[in-house]
T-cell receptor
């Protein structure tokens, strides 16, 4: 089974802190994604990566950056956390084939106080 | 820009009744289409997917979905719901020409009455 692991289930951070959310997948997938999930808004794509050191902005990249130094790891960085970044963050990975699906981690619920 | 619309935010259905969840997408080409389910406190689980071929797709847990190109729709159905189907359901679209970007709809929360 594909496993996508997010390092924390719950995080509480202070406004202005630099926050790192880590995601690791064990299936050698090329594509990895970071979403945030908010009630009524569904999942909104923050950033995605289709290869090591490659990244693409999603729909809401402002206030975030990402790092993909190794194929299995995709990190989301909040440079200076703000209260409006309180949310559920979901990581996903997907292979390169034409008929592959995305697999999701359990999510990290981040609260910025 | 591609977009995915799930018109119904909440649906309440009686146990044993049929269920249909709507999904519409806007994009010129035929995308890859997915339905995911998220039970309370759980991650997202794939119910079914459409890439090509037969437009009626069977998934897990007794769900099916039908792709209608003319309506740009991919509606999810289940003939008889169980209390365990109470969850949030997400439709998603992947456009390879857009760099494998996977876009989700806003979700539909399903409540099941006994």
């Amino acid at each position: 089974d594909v496993k996508v692991t997010q390092s924390s289930r719950y995080l509480v951070k202070r406004t202005g802190e630099k926050v790192f959310l880590e995601c690791v997948q064990d299936m050698d997938h090329e594509n990895m994604f970071w979403y945030r999930q908010d009630p009524g808004l569904g999942l909104r794509l923050i950033y995605f990566s289709y290869d090591v050191k490659m990244k693409e902005k999603g729909d809401i990249p402002e206030g975030y950056s990402v790092s993909r130094e190794k194929k299995e790891r995709f990190s989301l960085i909040l440079e200076s956390a703000s209260t409006n970044q309180t949310s559920m963050y979901l990581c996903a990975s997907r292979g390169q084939g034409t008929n592959t699906e995305a697999f999701f981690g359990q999510g990290t619920r981040l609260t910025v106080v | 820009a591609q977009s995915v619309t799930q018109p119904d935010i909440h649906i309440t259905v009686s146990e044993g009744a049929s269920l249909e969840l709507r999904c519409n997408y806007s994009y010129g080409a035929t995308p890859y289409l997915f339905w995911y389910v998220q039970s309370p406190g759980q991650g997202l689980q794939l119910l079914l997917k459409y890439f090509s071929g037969d437009t009626l797709v069977q998934g897990i847990k007794g769900f099916e979905a039908e792709f209608k190109r003319s309506q740009s729709s991919f509606n999810l159905r289940k003939p008889s719901v169980h209390w365990s189907d109470a969850a949030e359901y997400f439709c998603a679209v992947l456009i390879k020409a857009a760099g494998n970007k996977l876009t989700f709809g806003g979700g539909t929360r399903v409540l099941v009455k006994p």
